[in-house]
């Protein structure tokens, strides 16, 4: 069936595409006129649709795929303003993006969470320490140059809004869902890195979103899986976790993200979440910090919101509570039936609606997405993954490494000259690639190294062997990947495993490198020597191994305290080794 859209909307779409100019020659007075125009254009259901934001998976597909077909009528029949795309290769992301800014009537806002660089969500983008590494450098220029080669990379594949960077202080060390997301725990210190973060991706043209509002940092509740309660005062709150946000305001971000949390004594009500509280979306966020950009929602089929309200109603509520854009609803149609409803109700005022979507159409429009919606596939294997971004990359990954402690003096010997090693691997579901850059990079660097495995499923025969091989082995490296996993409600290392470790970390010559969260540590409080290099990407593994081989210096310090020994801001140093140079 052919698509059918408003000749009204047609002709103003066509003239915007026609008479747009880039943003330094607009005429302010002019466009205001035209997105009036435009706006007074839409019916109702056109204008709630705009600010509805689904996801679409970023893998292949073909055209006539059918779940993709499912995004194309949301773009063409229900004509919602925009997607989030996620997980793919920088092509396949672009041909779909391309395909369905083609069948809309209006140009599409693309957003994507790319947290720590496109390489999050686009597969062969330039990979980049977490923000906690980047906060272990101390550099604001290197979270300004993360924003600025995430936003080259990200508009390459039509991506114009990043779900980045994250605000929340992360002040909780058994918080499931941040950890390393977080730039650390300082106010300050997270402040300054995320207005860098900012500055980085909208200097360069992708918007940011400072997230997740008021602040996630302090909570041990999974929102995905259920409403997290803070019980902190509004003291506590203005002095630690806004403090980031007030940053990111002063730093002209564009969007900020909600939280699915309750402010138990901030809040108007102490069970409802964040995102559907006007107290805290337009009383602290609009009146008290002064923000006027949009403000989006965290999404909206989690069960932190979803649970209490349902998905239709959760929609309403968060809009109600001055929440712009809403994504993610389980149910696009049924979330614009719900919406539309509470319009015609009187529930929603027209004038409230209008102030959202003119919010949108002036974002599309001073992004240039009248003049163009849809990138040249042809240059984005120029652009996504370049070589001249990779020594950028490197250079901040060698500089996030910190050494916590090395009493033992493992390390120090392994960066003196080549050693026989036993290098024993955890993950969690990347278990069978986790270490595997390590081993290669070690090997490369003249060690003897021997590989053994550990899962979460471990028996006493794996923890046997593992005893038998570090017997017989002079040296060992324990490389453990415990990352944040979405719905998964804890972050830590399993029991028999963290036992395990904690008795060997007590040999003098046994490592324990975290290519994780740096809390493992307070797990396993006996080892000797502890080295954190943030993630278990090939680039943070080549980090680690050029650290412990002395092929690099290190130089990083604690973005975080891991109590009682290691305040913030701790870390040892320790040079480039001679016979390296």
């Known amino acids: 069936m052919p698509r059918r859209h408003s000749p009204r909307l047609l002709l103003f779409v066509l003239g915007l595409a026609l008479g747009a100019t880039p943003l330094a020659a607009q005429d302010t007075r002019r466009d205001s006129l035209t997105i009036a125009r435009l706006l007074d254009s839409l019916p109702l259901r056109a204008k709630v649709a705009q600010l509805v934001m689904p996801w679409v998976a ?39 993006l391309n395909r369905l800014q083609q069948r809309s009537p209006l140009p599409l806002l693309v957003a994507a969470d790319l947290e720590s660089g496109a390489s999050f969500r686009l597969n062969g983008a330039t990979p980049f320490p977490t923000n906690m590494g980047v906060a272990a450098t101390g550099s604001d220029q290197d979270a300004y140059d993360i924003g600025r080669i995430t936003a080259i990379e990200g508009r390459a594949v039509g991506i114009h809004l990043a779900f980045a960077p994250d605000a929340d202080v992360n002040n909780n060390p058994a918080n499931p869902v941040i950890n390393t997301r977080s730039f650390g725990e300082d106010p300050a210190m997270v402040g300054r890195l995320v207005a860098a973060s900012i500055r980085g991706l909208q200097d ?75 107290a805290i979306l337009t009383g602290v966020l609009r009146d008290s910090l002064k923000f006027d950009g949009m403000v989006v929602t965290d999404a909206l089929d989690m069960a932190g919101v979803v649970s209490a309200y349902g998905g239709a109603e959760a929609v309403v ?18 979330a614009v039936n719900a919406m539309v409803d509470a319009v015609e109700s009187g ?5 409230r609606l209008d102030r959202s979507v003119r919010r949108l159409l002036w974002t599309k429009l001073r992004l240039g997405l009248f003049t163009r919606r849809t990138v040249p596939l042809d240059s984005v294997s120029e652009i996504v993954g370049s070589s001249r971004f990779l020594p950028t990359a490197r250079d901040i990954a060698q500089r996030s490494v910190v050494l916590v402690s090395d009493s033992g003096g493992a390390i120090d010997s392994l960066r003196a000259g080549p050693r026989k090693i036993a290098l024993v691997t955890y993950g969690e579901e990347n278990a069978y690639t986790v270490g595997n850059t390590l081993l290669r990079q070690l090997r490369a660097a003249g060690h003897t190294v021997t590989l053994f495995r550990l899962f979460g499923a471990s028996g006493p025969a794996s923890l046997d062997s593992v005893r038998s091989l570090v017997r017989k082995t002079p040296y060992t490296v324990f490389a453990l990947s415990v990352k944040v996993t979405t719905s998964k409600g804890t972050i830590a290392l399993p029991e028999h ?24 540590i307070l797990q396993t409080p006996r080892i000797r020597s502890y080295l954190i290099a943030w993630s278990a990407s090939p680039l943070m593994e080549w980090a680690a191994a050029r650290a412990l081989a002395g092929q690099s210096a290190i130089t990083g310090h604690l973005p975080v305290s891991l109590p009682p020994k290691y305040p913030l801001g701790h870390g040892l140093m320790r040079p480039l080794a001679t016979s390296t140079q």
């Open 347 to 351: 529930r929603i005022s027209y004038e």
């Open 58 to 96: 970023g893998s292949y597909a073909a055209f006539d795929d059918s779940a993709f077909a499912v995004a194309q009528r949301w773009v063409d029949s229900l004509q919602l303003g925009g997607i989030i795309v996620s997980i793919g290769s920088p092509v396949d992301v672009a041909v779909k």
């Open 497 to 520: 495993i963290a036992k395990l470790i904690d008795l060997l970390g007590t040999r003098p010559r046994t490592a324990v490198v975290s290519i994780g969260s740096p809390y493992v």
């Open 204 to 278: 360069n043209g992708m918007l940011a979103t400072a997230k997740h509002f008021p602040g996630h940092g302090d909570t041990e509740t999974d929102s995905h899986l259920a409403l997290p309660v803070i019980s902190a005062q509004w003291s506590r709150l203005d002095s630690i976790e806004l403090v980031p946000f007030r940053a990111a305001v002063d730093a002209g971000v564009a969007m900020v993200m909600s939280a699915h949390l309750a402010m138990k004594r901030v809040g108007s009500d102490p069970k409802a979440p964040a995102t559907l509280d006007p």
């Open 317 to 334: 509520r968060a809009f109600l509570a001055g929440s712009d854009l809403l994504l993610m609803p389980a149910d696009p149609a049924a």
